[in-house]
């Protein structure tokens, strides 16, 4: 399904910029291109934009342009033509990819802003190469774009674009959206190019994060390492006005969004339905607890196998009741660190298999790839508690894919404090924090057992938060933030506090 959005943000066309288009390129036998388009969060949520609106959306393809740059481009002009937007490639050299996207992007900033600085790699030569690439950006930008267009630049391979398009001399106005968190002041500080980063940051007109936590993060480092901006508003403000010489940036708070109305419709169509009914007899009457994660340390796998184990050890009426299905998705397999995830993942898998299967009962169905679309709702519609544990995560789509597909309403939710759906659905899940294995085991039980009534309370409120704040909520919230005067009426923010437990003695 695709929406319009009902928000002009000025009179000229949205640019859309990310690290990459949202295509999958393949090369059949004949030797031709062909550009299928591609998933993902960020891609679920622009999509629908750029096809209702028209525009232009500029990244990385995904291939080597070395081996056939024409060919490679008749394909996405191609794929253009179809979906009622323009895409324009970026062209990435090999040593581009290694130290702009493998390098800077995925050892530095991913795991400083996930709070894992032991895992970064401050080699300079990373960040001399995501300056070049942030440039070509720029300069993809400059070509393609219109005074009066809008550009919206996405997430942290993208930082220092509009800092170029002002060195370029483009006038159009600029947003960016950061996907992941901005993590604390005492981390940020370790990133030797801490200084460029922010001042980057600040040449965006508007800056959105995906929650409350986050923008306090970002504009405590401002108030640490660059004392001249002056920080205006409250924080519950949804959009805060930065000043800066006579720059004046507007920093806001935008969670990310499904399409509710999408989710729940697919989940009850039919081929769902009855793939979701043989997993229910497959499942001989087992609940099931599902966990769907990409391979990432920042996900939290090997806690939540902890907790799944310290709770079947705990409550052994556990045992031949539920069945942990785990579904872990391949991601950036070139970098040693994820290699080492994956084999811990198995290790603890093969150790709880060990320690607890019975008869025909095996107590985790552990699956290493990709579900298609019909198996992912199947299983968000079956599972009986999700299991989302994270930690730390920028949102967390799967919390609200899961809500959204609940179609019975009976589904629990378990969720890390540490993702940023939290902040918006703190009051209906079970919360846990991953690094607490005994409280993780407690939530699956508590989970397992809870009453239908207080299952259905909790998963109705749930559906109907993701429903009001839905991906048509998001986009028409960062694009009034970007006019003159539309973000002034926007809903103040949600906020998550950890609450200490009852009975706990404060001083
Ligand atoms: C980043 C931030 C933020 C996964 N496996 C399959 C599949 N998926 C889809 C899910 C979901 C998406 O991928 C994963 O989104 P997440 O939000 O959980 O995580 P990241 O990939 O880390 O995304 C994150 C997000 O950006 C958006 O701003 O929420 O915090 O880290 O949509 O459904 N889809 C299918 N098969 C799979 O096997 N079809």
Redesign the pocket.
């Known amino acids: 399904m695709t929406r319009e959005t009902d928000v002009e943000p000025m009179q000229g066309r949205l640019v859309v910029a990310s690290n990459r288009l949202p295509v999958v390129l393949d090369r059949g036998r004949d030797g031709r291109w062909r550009a299928e388009p591609g998933?993902?969060?960020?891609v679920?949520?622009m999509r629908p934009v750029l096809q209702g609106r028209g525009g232009v959306w500029v990244g990385w393809p995904g291939a080597d342009p070395e081996q056939d740059g024409t060919g490679l481009r008749k394909a996405l002009d191609e794929l253009s033509e179809g979906s009622g937007y323009s895409v324009h490639p970026v062209l990435l050299t090999e040593k581009e990819k290694e130290d702009f996207y493998l390098g800077f992007s995925n050892q530095v900033i991913w795991p400083l802003f996930h709070d894992f600085q032991t895992q970064c790699n401050f080699d300079p030569r990373f960040w001399e190469t995501y300056r070049k690439v942030n440039r070509k950006f720029a300069e993809a930008l400059r070509e393609v774009s219109r005074e009066g267009d809008f550009l919206w630049v996405h997430d942290y391979h993208l930082m220092s674009v509009a800092e170029d398009l002002h060195a370029l001399g483009v006038k159009s106005q600029t947003g960016f959206f950061l996907?992941?968190p901005f993590p604390h002041l005492d981390l940020f500080v370790k990133l030797p190019w801490r200084f460029s980063i922010l001042r980057s940051l600040l040449s965006f007109d508007l800056i959105g994060f995906?929650s409350a936590r986050d923008r306090s993060n970002f504009l405590q480092c401002l108030d640490a390492l660059l004392p001249s901006a002056e920080i205006g508003g409250k924080p519950t403000d949804r959009v805060r006005l930065v000043r800066l010489g006579d720059r004046h940036v507007r920093v806001g708070v935008f969670p990310?969004a499904i399409d509710f109305e999408e989710f729940a419709s697919e989940a009850a169509s039919s081929e769902v339905s009855e793939r979701a009914a043989r997993l229910r007899a497959e499942g001989l009457g087992r609940k099931l607890v599902l966990g769907?994660?990409?391979l990432?340390y920042?996900k939290g796998v090997p806690h939540k196998l902890k907790g799944f184990r310290l709770a079947l050890k705990r409550y052994p009426d556990l045992r031949e009741r539920v069945t942990l299905v785990q579904?872990v998705?391949p991601s950036r397999e070139n970098i040693p660190e994820y290699e080492r995830l994956k084999m811990e993942i198995e290790r603890l898998v093969g150790a709880i298999q060990g320690e607890f299967t019975r008869g025909d009962w095996a107590p985790i169905h552990y699956q290493y790839?990709?579900?298609?679309?019909v198996e992912?709702l199947a299983h968000y519609r079956e599972a009986a508690v999700a299991l989302v544990t994270p930690l730390k995560?920028?949102?967390?789509?799967?919390a609200k894919?899961y809500c959204a597909s609940s179609l019975e309403g009976e589904g629990v939710l378990i969720l890390s404090e540490y993702a940023?759906a939290t902040a918006q659905l703190q009051n209906d899940a079970l919360l846990v924090n991953p690094f607490d294995v005994e409280g993780v085991a407690e939530a699956i039980h508590e989970g397992a057992i809870m009453s239908r009534e207080d299952r259905r309370r909790r998963m109705g409120s749930l559906r109907r938060t993701i429903q009001d704040f839905d991906l048509s909520w998001w986009v028409d919230s960062f694009l009034k933030a970007a006019r003159e005067d539309g973000w002034r009426d926007l809903p103040s923010v949600h906020t998550f506090q950890p609450q200490p437990p009852e009975g706990f003695f404060s001083f």
């Open positions: 998933s993902g969060g960020l679920t949520a996907h992941i995906q990310i769907v994660d990409r990432d920042s579904l998705i790839g990709h579900w298609d679309r992912l995560d920028g949102m967390n789509l799967v894919e940023g």
